[in-house]
Structures are given as structure tokens and as C-alpha cells.
């Protein structure tokens, strides 16, 4: 039997998230004073070296984006923490922040430390106004115990935009204007908010940053798979008998996650798919269960690791259905900047609720994987980018069951 | 139009800050009034047109009135395949509204919403932001007795 690791969730269930003494009993913001005691590009290495990639979906190695801002000349720069989680079937972010807001405050220190930043801002969804109350609380904490020196950090909250996890996006929403992505180059890390150097990392990944400090890289690095080194946070939802979170190491296969972790179908049923990553990630059948989740691992089968959302459906599921249900969300979610997701994501919807209905023709097939194979290509953000996945990995695996609803 | 502007005015100063003054005006009003909008436009010295579309683009942000509780209805796929096609009847029924629709005595408006994090328990519905999870269509009665 596997057993869960907790890194990221270390604090979780131990402390009282709202005592910073409970925290710094726990040895809390020592990580953040060893830092300061380093030199900046020595402390960007030990991050560099620990192989810590992004954990909002991207997968950029951490160190290696904090080089590209603490090598830009500036007066000001901003460290930018995304916790405007919005893909579906995922609440790890949440947790981490109710749980333990002063791993995510110290994280965000120490990058800021790192890039010569004095001043930080949390981008927290809207869904979660009780979240951002407990985050104002530890940062006043903080603020009161002076842990944090001179680095300043603020709440914004957003509302309710799917696309605002694109870092361009949420940093235009932080600066009050609608939340369309930017285009790139420039990179945030060059050129961010109000134009300056800011560092845009997910919460799962500043939670991370104290204890690769405390321990150092070497012990980072040899956990879980080589190339995705660390642990994961996952959620599990839909056809599982354990709907709940786990933090495991990057090597443990979907397998685990599923069956040793989450306990396998209800009422003894038969796994269908299982869709990782969100609902811009790809369903993965059956047979493809012994893949490791890490980042490269997912990639090679077509897959994603994304958020760690772990959406499960059992045998007696229609999967062009749920697909049609996601094409809405897609639909709905698409900002509208660029043309091929604002029209795409439209049409997408639209073929798939016809063939949904019995009224499909069998030339909407090539369609659907024309039009998303256009759209993987030319969208301008990650939104748009991946908007078509679920539907090309069900055409893929499950076709058989858009053939049978075919007019 | 004054109390619009006090509110709006706390915000004049924050970078970025027009969507926290939004924030402000709903936590006050539950909904943005039109009137807000051009207050807002004076105040941080933009178009109107641009006010108007800040305050449109997000989905929690409501220009023009909506009721005093807001449910809002998980639809994503995790609480899609739990069943959240069973509570929203159920809602409709209660309430006897359709959703996008606001009971006439202005206690109650219901939307769809995409997912809100909570997927622990599915399927999920929150009135003014406070989750609730693994509803089933026989708990809407007592839960809607909490606002009554």
C-alpha cells in the first residue's frame, strides 16, 4: 500500500492555521531568515537545483524563472502568487491556504528576497471570499511579528474569470482592467505588472519554496520522478469511492492515485476513463493507468498533470456528454480576445451538443479534431490552447461512442 | 448617486483599484447599479465604455439588480455527473423561477456557476458565496429556511 507524503501540507491538521506562534513553533519563517542570510543568485540556484517545477499546470522550472526577473535592472519589482484557482474539479490551493497561509506568505518572501522584490500580491478567486479573509489575517500576523522585514504583501480578490489563471491575464486583472491575456513576448518575469519584473507562481509552488531552503535541493530532488521532482497535490472527484485530497510523490502512478489512494469505482463498477488535470486536460483510458503523474510522463501519452485534479468516471458514464458539458464551460470561460477561441470554443460546443442530440453527421467528427487541432496551434493563451483537448482525447480513446450517437 | 461615489472614492488611490471599488459596491448592494458605473468612470478617469466592460467581463459582477441571496448552481463535470441537473429542477421548483431568474419578492436569484471549489462533495451550490455540499434535492427545502 502507497502512503501519502506530505510536504506541501506538512502544517496540515498540526497547527491552527491562525496562530503564527503555532507556525513558527513548527519552525515556520526560519527558512525565509536562512535565505536572507544567502546571496540572491545563490539562493536562485538551490531552487534551480531542486528541480522545482511549476505547479499551477505549466511546469517551468521555479529558479529558472526567478533568474530571468532577478536578472532584469529594476527599482520595482512584484512577486505575484496565483490563487485564482478555477479548474474544475480542483481545491488543492484552498486547502493549502486554509490550512497553512504562512508557508504560502514565507514562499512568496523568498522569492521576493531572491529577485530583490519589496512587494507581493496574492490573486485570490472570488469563489472564496473566506479564504481571502484568512489570508488578510495571517498577513497582519505577520506583519505584527515583523517576520516579513520590509517585504509588503496584498489580497486581491477576483470574480469569477476562468482565464485569469493565465498569469498575462491575471496581472491585467490586477491592475483593474478586464482579464484578457497578453501578448507575449515580453514574459511577465521581464515585463509584468505595470511593466515591471513580476513573478507569477502558483500557491502549491511558493509552499514548496520554505522547505527545499530548510532541507536543500539534493533532498527535493531525489523525491519522486527525476525530471518532476517533489510531491503533488491531487483531488479526487467523480467515480471514486475516496473523493478527497492527497499530496504523493510525482513517481506514483494514476494507478495508485486510484485505485490504492482512492479506492477504486463505487458499487464495484468499471473504470471508464479518468481525466487529469482539470477539465482542460485529457481522458485517459484504462489501459494507460500504469503512467507515472509526473509532468513529462503525462505529456507522453497526450495527457496533462495540470492542477492535480483527478476526475474519475465509471463505465455506465456518457462521455459525450460530460465533453459537451466541458465544451460549455469552454464556451462560456473564452474571453473573447482572439478569434480562433472565441469562435472556436463556440463551434466546438455546437458540434458536440448536435452529435449529443443524435443529430450529428459523421463528417462533424473531422471537423471537431480539425478545428481543435487549429486551435492547439494558433490560440493566443492556454485557454484556448487547451479548450479542445478533452474532445481530441475522447475522439481518440472513446470514438466509438460519438460513432453510435451519429445521426 | 452620492453613496455610489463615497464608496468608489475609498478606491481612487489603489492601483487597479476599480475592481476592489466593484468588490465594494456589491458587498454594499449585491449587484453594481448602472448608476455606479458612470461614477466610477468619472472617478478613475476612463471611458465609460471601459467601466462597462471591467464590470461586465466577470461573472460575479452584476450590473443592475439581482435578490438579496444569490444561489449560485455548480455545473461543472464533477458535480454535472453527481447530479446537479436534479438540484437545479429542484431549486426551480421551490422557488418557482427559472434560472437567470429573481423571485419577486427579491429574496432570492438563481445562476449557474462554474465550478467554486468545493469538489470534495458534489454537487455543490452556494448562496452568497457560502458552500454547500453534497446537496441532494430533498435538502433545498431546509436549506433555502436558513434565508426565509
Known sequence: ???????????????????????????????????????????????????????????????????FSYSVAAETKYVVCNADEGEPGTYKDRIIMESDPHTVLEGMAICGYAIGSKKGYIYCRGEYPYVVEGLKTAISQAKDKGVLGDFDI???MGAGAYVCGEESALIESIEGHRGEPRFKPPFPPVKGLWGKPTIVNNVETFANIPVIVEKGSDWYN????????????????????????????????????????????????KLKAVQIGGTSGGFIPEEMLETPIDFDSMAAIGATLGSGAVFVIDATRDVVDIVNRIAGFFRH???????????????????????????????????????????????????GQAAPIPVLTTLTHFRDEYQSKLN | MSDYKNIILEYKDVPGGLIEAYHALQREFNYIPEDAIEAAADIFDISKARAYGVATFYSYFKVGPRGKYIIRICESAPCHVAGADKVVAALENELGIKMGDTT????????????????????????????????NAQDIGSILNEYK
Open chain 1, 222 to 269: 531525489s523525491i519522486g520522478a527525476p525530471n518532476y521532482p517533489g510531491t503533488k497535490v491531487l483531488t479526487l472527484t467523480g467515480d471514486v469511492v475516496n473523493r478527497k485530497f492527497i499530496e504523493v510523490p510525482t513517481d506514483t502512478s494514476i494507478r495508485q492515485v486510484i485505485f490504492e489512494f482512492g479506492g477504486g469505482i463505487p458499487e464495484g463498477k
Open chain 2, 104 to 135: 419577486a419578492d427579491g429574496r432570492f436569484t438563481l445562476e449557474f456557476t462554474e465550478c467554486v471549489g468545493q469538489c470534495q462533495a458534489t454537487p455543490v451550490i452556494t448562496i452568497n458565496s457560502k458552500p454547500y455540499s453534497d446537496v
Open chain 1, 154 to 156: 496584498e489580497v486581491r
Open chain 1, 333 to 383: 470561460e473564452s474571453c473573447g480576445k482572439c478569434t480562433p477561441c472565441r469562435e472556436g470554443t463556440k463551434r466546438i460546443e455546437e458540434m458536440v451538443e448536435r452529435i449529443n442530440q443524435g443529430q450529428g453527421r459523421a463528417a462533424d467528427l473531422e471537423l471537431l479534431e480539425r478545428l481543435g487541432s487549429t486551435m492547439s496551434k494558433i490560440c493566443l493563451c492556454g485557454l
Open chain 1, 1 to 67: 500500500m502507497s502512503e501519502e507524503m506530505r510536504i506541501v501540507l506538512r502544517n496540515y491538521g498540526k497547527i491552527d492555521p491562525f496562530k503564527i506562534d503555532d507556525y513558527i513553533a513548527a519552525g515556520g519563517y526560519k527558512a525565509l531568515a536562512r535565505a536572507r542570510e544567502m546571496k540572491q543568485t545563490d539562493l536562485i540556484e538551490e531552487v534551480k537545483k531542486s528541480g522545482l517545477r511549476g505547479r499551477g499546470g505549466a511546469g517551468f522550472n521555479c529558479g529558472q524563472k526567478w533568474n
